[in-house]
């Protein structure tokens, strides 16, 4: 990355990242896995968890019976982030929480499972703005309802939100994902069209 773009914040519009040298088109600037990802609800059935791959027949976890994969290889590539989510999906059926509520867990198991020297992305979660602050009362409300359903989805997996990073909580993390929904929808495509 150094070299071709650095990171900037605009006021009140959050971070930023812009070229420093002339990018010529079809060039990569950087390159990078999303930090976490899920498949939208509407393609539960039809994208494989690890690799994104679009099929009909695909295996289906046994335990959870909600994520899907194309092979053995994905099955067990996928399980380390998919073991927690697992527990919590397998304990809400047939009921599945929305995307919003899915990413933010996956992103609360990440944060809590990470070590320091795990942490090299662009931003990090923290760095995300949240824009609680900025919310009318009925977001903040919405909100708060979408945080209800993530406690219940995690579960007994509540117990380990002590251990996330200071200054996150579950509604700042949500509130980092609903304010931020264009870049992990974008990623998501982005890895989508790629795979293709």
């Not at 994969?69 to 927690?84: E, G, L, M």
Request: hydrophobic content about 35%; overall charge positive; charged content about 25%.
């Amino acid at each position: 990355m150094a070299g071709n773009i650095e990171r900037f914040v605009s006021e009140g519009k959050g971070n930023g990242l812009r070229a420093l040298r002339e990018i010529k088109a079809g060039e990569v600037i950087h390159s990078c896995e999303p930090y976490a990802f899920c498949i939208a609800k509407d393609f539960l059935k039809t994208a494989c968890q690890s690799c994104l791959k679009r099929g009909e027949s695909l295996s289906r976890c046994s335990q959870c019976k909600t994520a899907r994969y194309c092979s053995v290889q994905c099955q067990k590539q996928a399980w380390p982030d998919h073991k927690r989510e697992c527990k919590c999906l397998k304990r809400l059926q047939p009921r599945i929480p929305t995307d919003s509520v899915r990413l933010a867990a996956r992103i609360i198991f990440k944060l809590i499972s990470q070590s320091e020297s795990d942490q090299e992305e662009l931003y990090s979660i923290a760095e995300h703005q949240s824009h609680l602050s900025d919310m009318s009362e009925e977001k903040k409300e919405g909100l708060g309802h979408l945080c209800t359903t993530l406690q219940v989805y995690l579960g007994e997996e509540n117990s380990d939100l002590s251990q996330l990073p200071p200054g996150l909580d579950p509604i700042s993390v949500l509130a980092r994902v609903t304010s931020n929904a264009v870049l992990y929808l974008l990623t998501s495509i982005c890895n989508l069209s790629l795979l293709r």
